[in-house]
């Protein structure tokens, strides 16, 4: 499974909301995540608002055009747009950051224990 990581900017003056609304994402959006092939998904905040996620998929196209056709997901992205600095549903900026390194596929391609 590929992993991949993104970056976003959410609006420093609405890190507080965006934080309580990701303390409960709506469950019939989780299983839409999941059902579309998102795994280990995390997101992470910074201070000033950049916003940092992860997750893996077999296909990141895919997964993502997969939940983007849901209509929660619509409904999330409305409610999440007033929260970002960007125009448009918050998922469709995602700027993407290539791999470079990854220690367990370092350890097993030197077959080191």
């Known amino acids: 499974m590929t992993r991949y990581c993104f970056t976003s900017q959410v609006d420093p ?16 959006l989780l299983i839409a995540l999941r059902d579309a092939g998102w795994r280990n998904y995390s997101l992470f905040l910074r201070e ?12 990141r196209e895919l997964a ?3 939940v983007a056709a849901t209509e929660v997901n619509a409904r999330w992205q409305c409610e999440m747009s007033a929260l970002f600095d960007a125009e448009g549903a918050p998922d469709e ?3 993407y950051v290539p791999e470079v390194f990854h220690l ?8 080191v224990r």
């Open 13 to 28: 003056r609405h890190l507080d909301r965006y934080r309580e609304r990701h303390a409960a994402v709506w469950p019939e």
């Open 48 to 59: 000033d608002g950049l916003l940092i996620g992860f997750f893996e998929a077999d296909d």
């Open 64 to 66: 993502q055009a997969r």
């Open 93 to 95: 900026g995602f700027a």
């Open 104 to 111: 367990e596929d370092q350890l097993a391609a030197a077959e």
